[in-house]
């Protein structure tokens, strides 16, 4: 309907090991549509495929033959120019802290470093 907008939330928790640690990383986008015909799904879709016929166009992108779009060359620049629209993923790494207690039990605490703060699940930023 006229004045409809569409909303994207995504949320991603990625769980690594590094040199014997394990890590921790979350990272989330929020993006809103500013009206019915220009939608956060239609930019958050389109543009990215637009951004990459543009660049195979203009040569700036070397490889031929069909590609997933998990190589750096391929994948930076479009994230790069995304940010000039204001579409971003916003990371956060969580910090697991083991303390060990001299009577042999083991104490695990987790700490977030920058989190953000969560309120239902959902991050948000106090004015």
């Known amino acids: 309907e006229e004045g409809d907008k ?8 990625f769980d690594y ?8 990383v979350h990272s989330s986008m929020v993006s809103i549509g500013k009206d ?7 930019e958050t ?3 990215p495929v637009g951004m990459a016929a543009k660049g195979i166009l203009n040569g700036e992108f070397k ?18 120019e995304l940010e000039s629209y204001g579409i971003r993923f916003n990371e956060t790494e969580v910090v697991s802290l083991s303390i060990l207690i001299i009577l042999g039990f083991s104490l ?8 953000p703060k969560m309120r ?8």
Request: hydrophobic content about 40%.
């Open 45 to 47: 879709v389109g543009l």
């Open 17 to 24: 090991e590094k040199d014997g640690e394990t890590h921790q």
């Open 108 to 115: 695990e605490a987790e700490a977030q470093c920058n989190a």
């Open 6 to 13: 569409d909303m994207i939330v995504m949320w991603h928790r």
């Open 63 to 80: 490889l031929t033959g069909v590609q997933l779009p998990i190589l750096p060359e391929v994948y930076l620049p479009i994230l790069e």
């Open 120 to 127: 239902n699940g959902m991050e948000f930023n106090e004015p």
């Open 36 to 42: 019915e015909t220009y939608t956060a799904m239609s």
